[in-house]
């Protein structure tokens, strides 16, 4: 076994026992220097090892060291609603998955008649249907799908893994599906967590509707910028792209036939979820008594209520879907990360660790002294770097636990908006392999050489980063007042 190999996880350990050994400094109490040795071992893990079985440690390490009991762990990170969120929003999405539906969204958007003769229409089609289908399922599950149509076709046409153009079509994939999932906080646990923790940390009550008002301008944002770098910085040669791609993607959508029922009843099952999501911010003033009631019902309940509906009906005597299946479409590695981060956002904002009064000690005056724009402007550059070597979402919960409490204490900027851009540029996991599941897709499967995403993944993160500054935060502190 390579030495390099325990490298990461080595440093992990010496930073735990470090923390775990040394007396604590005001304003650090001995359960914040023992929480800081395991967040910090938890970071680095989840960078050099996975996400999976490493958050399972975190959670252990926490009631092993006495920072907390081994019931108020488990009630922070397992119990939360979070978890049961992701569980059933991913039983929908497999059932679409499972019935078709999805496949046939994405051939919709690649055989619109207005691409014919324009093979940057159709680029863009191809594209713009991985924005969407990703804005409301799984970015892993919507590369893998587009992914799957562009394989075969671009083989099709005469294109070989490591050619221009094929790289950066699978690199446009895999960047839009990322980018999308800023527009929504369907499927997307981390925009239902900072929905969760602004009504904490600011009392701003945010649902679907107010999420989706600067999302999806923000989602479409980042994929014209996609686009526009695609089309005029990388300029693949599309020679070979002509009427042949139009005619396979024709033929193969009408190979899936006529919309069956199962696939109407997952549309209509789905449908009806999303509308319980929107229901108490587009009709509270009509109808105050049931938008109260479904309000007070959470994110979780609808999904659960669909999910297993879709156990329940059953089409030729046979369920829309079956637990098992609905189990398999499940990532549970991501479930693992959510119930992780929850636990150590709790104990990180806890008075009693002295964290807290750490982080303000270092934040507070470099929010109150430096001019806003240049605090939102690091907390930024900051996001974006540490999203192209680890998760997204340990990234966006990091950079927002530092700089948004701080923003907060200090009575600087729109805590609200700061808290969205963050994440939002938590997005821009474009340039290496380790920073999505969707980049590792790419570049594992041989389309995309490491060094061309690298070159070209950087190139549009820094347009995201000025994206995020000048546009995406004055559009939020607008309209989250």
Same mark, same amino acid.
């Given at each position: 076994?390579?030495?390099?190999?325990?490298i990461g996880?080595?440093?992990?350990?010496?930073?735990?026992?470090?923390?775990?050994?040394?007396p604590? =400094?005001?304003?650090?109490?001995?359960?914040?220097?023992?929480?800081?040795?395991?967040?910090?071992?938890?970071?680095?893990?989840? +960078?050099?090892?996975?996400?999976?079985?490493?958050?399972?440690?975190?959670?252990?390490?926490?009631?092993?060291?006495g920072?907390?009991?081994?019931?108020?762990?488990? +009630?922070?990170?397992?119990?939360?609603? &979070?978890?049961?969120?992701?569980?059933?929003?991913?039983?929908i +999405?497999?059932?679409?998955?499972?019935?078709?539906? =999805?496949?046939?969204?994405?051939?919709?958007?690649?055989?619109?008649?207005?691409?014919?003769?324009?093979?940057?229409?159709?680029?863009a089609?191809?594209?713009?249907?991985?924005?969407?289908?990703?804005?409301?399922? =799984?970015?892993t599950?919507?590369c893998?799908?587009f992914?799957?149509?562009?394989?075969?076709?671009?083989?099709?046409?005469?294109?070989?893994?490591?050619?221009?153009?094929?790289a950066?079509?699978?690199?446009?994939?895999?960047?839009?599906?990322?980018?999308?999932? /800023?527009?929504?906080?369907?499927?997307?646990?981390?925009? /239902?967590?900072?929905?969760?923790?602004?009504?904490?940390?600011?009392?701003?009550?945010?649902?679907?509707?107010?999420w989706?008002?600067?999302?999806?301008?923000?989602?479409?944002l980042?994929?014209?910028?996609?686009?526009?770098?695609?089309?005029?910085?990388?300029?693949?040669?599309?020679?070979?792209?002509s !009427?042949?791609?139009?005619?396979?993607?024709?033929?193969?959508?009408?190979?899936?036939?006529?919309?069956?029922?199962?696939?109407?009843?997952?549309?209509?099952?789905?449908?009806?979820?999303?509308?319980?999501?929107? &229901?108490?911010?587009?009709?509270?003033?009509?109808?105050?008594?049931?938008?109260?009631?479904?309000?007070?019902?959470?994110?979780a309940i609808?999904?659960?209520?669909?999910?297993?509906?879709?156990?329940?009906?059953?089409i030729?005597?046979q369920?829309?879907?079956?637990?098992?299946k609905?189990?398999?479409?499940?990532?549970?590695?991501?479930?693992?990360?959510?119930?992780a981060?929850?636990?150590?956002?709790?104990?990180?904002g806890?008075?009693?660790?002295?964290?807290?009064?750490?982080?303000?000690?270092?934040?507070?005056?470099l929010?109150s002294?430096a001019?806003?724009?240049?605090?939102?402007?690091?907390?930024?550059?900051? /996001?974006?770097?540490?999203?192209?070597?680890?998760?997204?979402?340990?990234?966006?919960c990091?950079?927002?636990?530092?700089?948004?409490?701080?923003a907060? !204490?200090?009575? /600087?900027?729109?805590?609200?908006?700061?808290?969205?851009?963050?994440?939002?540029?938590?997005?821009a996991?474009?340039?290496?392999?380790? +920073?999505?599941?969707?980049?590792?897709?790419?570049?594992?499967?041989?389309?995309?050489?490491?060094?061309?995403?690298?070159?070209h993944?950087?190139?549009?993160?820094?347009?995201?980063?000025?994206?995020?500054?000048?546009?995406?935060?004055?559009?939020?502190?607008?309209?989250?007042?």
């Amino acid at each position: 076994m390579s030495i390099r190999r325990w490298i990461g996880p080595g440093l992990g350990i010496v930073f735990l026992l470090v923390f775990l050994i040394l007396p604590p =400094s005001e304003p650090l109490t001995v359960a914040g220097m023992r929480t800081l040795g395991i967040f910090l071992f938890t970071v680095i893990w989840w +960078a050099t090892v996975g996400i999976g079985y490493p958050s399972f440690i975190c959670i252990a390490l926490l009631a092993i060291t006495g920072v907390m009991t081994p019931q108020a762990v488990f +009630a922070a990170s397992w119990g939360n609603y &979070l978890v049961i969120f992701i569980l059933a929003v991913f039983g929908i +999405a497999q059932c679409l998955k499972l019935t078709g539906f =999805s496949r046939r969204f994405a051939f919709w958007f690649l055989t619109r008649p207005f691409t014919e003769g324009h093979p940057w229409l159709t680029i863009a089609m191809f594209l713009l249907g991985s924005l969407f289908l990703g804005s409301i399922m =799984s970015g892993t599950a919507t590369c893998i799908a587009f992914m799957a149509i562009a394989e075969p076709m671009i083989e099709t046409l005469g294109y070989k893994k490591g050619d221009r153009f094929a790289a950066t079509l699978m690199m446009g994939i895999a960047w839009a599906a990322t980018a999308a999932f /800023v527009m929504t906080p369907i499927g997307h646990a981390s925009n /239902v967590m900072l929905i969760d923790w602004l009504m904490v940390d600011t009392g701003y009550s945010m649902g679907f509707p107010e999420w989706m008002a600067i999302g999806v301008p923000t989602g479409l944002l980042f994929f014209l910028l996609i686009l526009g770098y695609i089309r005029f910085i990388i300029r693949p040669d599309i020679s070979k792209f002509s !009427s042949d791609a139009i005619d396979y993607m024709r033929q193969e959508k009408n190979k899936i036939g006529p919309m069956k029922s199962e696939e109407k009843i997952t549309v209509l099952v789905f449908l009806l979820v999303v509308a319980l999501w929107m &229901l108490p911010g587009l009709a509270g003033n009509l109808m105050p008594g049931i938008s109260n009631y479904v309000n007070g019902l959470g994110f979780a309940i609808p999904p659960i209520l669909g999910a297993c509906l879709l156990c329940v009906i059953r089409i030729k005597d046979q369920p829309l879907m079956t637990f098992q299946k609905w189990m398999a479409g499940v990532p549970w590695e991501t479930i693992s990360l959510i119930a992780a981060i929850m636990v150590i956002r709790d104990v990180l904002g806890s008075p009693d660790t002295g964290i807290p009064q750490l982080l303000g000690n270092i934040f507070q005056p470099l929010a109150s002294s430096a001019p806003f724009f240049v605090y939102m402007a690091i907390g930024q550059v900051w /996001v974006s770097i540490q999203t192209n070597i680890m998760s997204n979402m340990v990234s966006a919960c990091l950079v927002y636990k530092a700089l948004v409490p701080a923003a907060i !204490s200090s009575g /600087v900027g729109n805590a609200v908006a700061l808290g969205f851009t963050i994440f939002a540029g938590a997005r821009a996991g474009f340039a290496l392999p380790s +920073a999505t599941t969707n980049t590792a897709l790419i570049t594992g499967g041989g389309w995309v050489p490491v060094g061309f995403m690298v070159r070209h993944g950087f190139a549009v993160t820094i347009g995201i980063v000025l994206v995020c500054i000048f546009i995406v935060y004055p559009l939020a502190s607008i309209f989250y007042q």
